[in-house]
């Protein structure tokens, strides 16, 4: 096919997860996490937090998702973030975690950490390293089901944003 013939890349839409997304965003965490990569995560969990999940969709499919969870006053956690191996280094998953940032400050949540095997992309993000153990007992429970509990290898992330509290 030349260029001129080439049909043009359908643009990446980000946007709250539905119903219709739990089974392809089951099957990217499964993927990664068959590779220890992330945390895995039953249909029964993901249809409980789908409110909590965003998508990137790319003409109809799922290629990328990522869940901003509230974990305490001011305090909001991006999980469960996977951008399909193909589609990877195209600024999807900067484009996920943006979009949990602006929901956090929607809500008025000034903090937001993830636990990742990869600091480097949250701190271009303008995340920066944090110790584990500064964040609340309450973040841990997602701890007790992975496999490498209790020899972590992942590393904790904030960002503190500024919000507007609203009465």
């Not at 589609?87 to 000034?110: H, N, S």
Request: charged content about 30%; proline content about 5%.
């Amino acid at each position: 096919m030349s260029k001129a013939t080439r049909r043009p890349r359908r643009p990446v839409v980000i946007r709250q997860a539905c119903m219709a997304d739990v089974e392809p965003i089951f099957a990217l965490i499964t993927a990664f996490s068959r590779q220890e990569v992330m945390l895995p995560r039953s249909r029964a969990d993901l249809y409980e937090s789908l409110r909590d999940f965003l998508v990137a969709e790319r003409g109809g499919a799922v290629i990328g998702c990522g869940a901003l969870t509230i974990e305490w006053d001011n305090l909001a956690e991006i999980k469960s973030l996977a951008v399909a191996r193909p589609q990877q280094r195209r600024g999807i998953g900067t484009r996920l975690v943006k979009a949990c940032l602006a929901e956090a400050r929607r809500l008025g949540i000034g903090k937001v950490f993830a636990l990742t095997s990869s600091p480097s992309f949250f701190e271009r993000l303008g995340f920066i390293r944090v110790d584990r153990e500064s964040l609340p007992h309450k973040v841990w429970s997602d701890c007790l089901k992975c496999t490498k509990f209790p020899d972590c290898d992942e590393l904790a992330v904030a960002i503190e944003q500024k919000v507007s509290r609203r009465r």
